[in-house]
């Protein structure tokens, strides 16, 4: 295999669909053929430590000894965005070319998996008077009004971004009005060139029964003690208003914790949200052209397409 070959193994799809132990199982497959790989993962809540049950981050014996990396990265009060991920991913990715082993991206983020392989549209730079207007705006008026506004100047996007998520939809909004064309416009006009040769994978469930996995997942995750483990965050002082704890499950166990919500209800709410997030990972995908749909279940499947991959990379 040659360092030049810059191949790239991608396993994404919704959330709990089996990516993270697909990945393990890949792994193990591959060195049966002695060919080394390592695992980094794409997930925008397993960077951060101290929050485990919640963000279903396999336990290190549960990973059968194969190296993952940008996992626990940072703490839940520190600052994280795709382009960090680009920075430390690439510099993963080159390593493991240089000592001729195969990276294998595993995660549902599909902002920063399209941030790695692509990087991202040279967009304007922030207008701070502009950003502190529509701040305002969400203060005054809630983060719902702009999330209303972005769906009728940039209906794409809004689809892509949760609709609590300040941040993405300030910036969205920013950039129309700085350049007067919808965010998701500037993403269709950048050229969809990558350094990396890709297997890009997607794993595909019928949707009642992803439904019912995710509904099952979020029982077993309070079943581990997800509730304790929101309860921990707040005795370390990480508070319910960080970025870190507006994650899915998090945000409605502080809610239920603070009174604003009932336990019951707060559970409906997690799969509720964690079902529309599904919906949000399938649209990402949808709109990759290097995407393959397979069923998880095929294992043998994946394994042989990953093995064809490596061989062409051998003959090249």
Known sequence: MSVDDKKLVIISGPTATGKSQLAIELSLRLKSQRIDSEIISADSAQIYRFMNVGTDKLAFEERKGVPHHLIDVVN???????MIFRSLALKEIDRMHQENKIPILVGGTGFW?????????????????????????????GIEFLYQQLQKIDPASAQRIHPKDAHRIIRALEVF???????????????????????????????????????????????????????????????????????????????????????????????????HYARRQLIWLRAEPMVRWIDPQERDKIFDLAEKFYQEKKND
Do not use: C, W
């Open 177 to 275: 009005e700085l350049t007067q064309k919808p965010l998701s416009a500037h993403f269709q006009n950048q050229a969809q060139k990558t350094q990396f040769q890709i297997l890009y994978l997607a794993l595909n469930l019928d949707r009642n029964l992803l439904y019912e996995k995710i509904n099952r997942r979020v029982e077993e995750m309070l079943k581990k003690g997800f509730l304790e483990e929101v309860k921990k965050l707040r005795e370390m002082g990480y508070a319910p208003e960080l970025p870190s704890q507006k994650i899915i499950g998090y945000r409605q166990l502080h809610e239920y914790l603070d009174g604003q919500l009932t336990y019951e209800k707060a559970v409906h709410e997690i799969k509720k949200q964690t079902r």
């Open 76 to 82: 839940p009060d520190e600052h994280f965005d795709a």
């Open 113 to 141: 998996i399209k941030t790695l392989i692509y990087g991202l549209f040279p967009g304007p730079s922030r207008n701070q008077t502009l950003r502190r207007n529509l701040e305002k705006t969400a203060s005054e008026q």
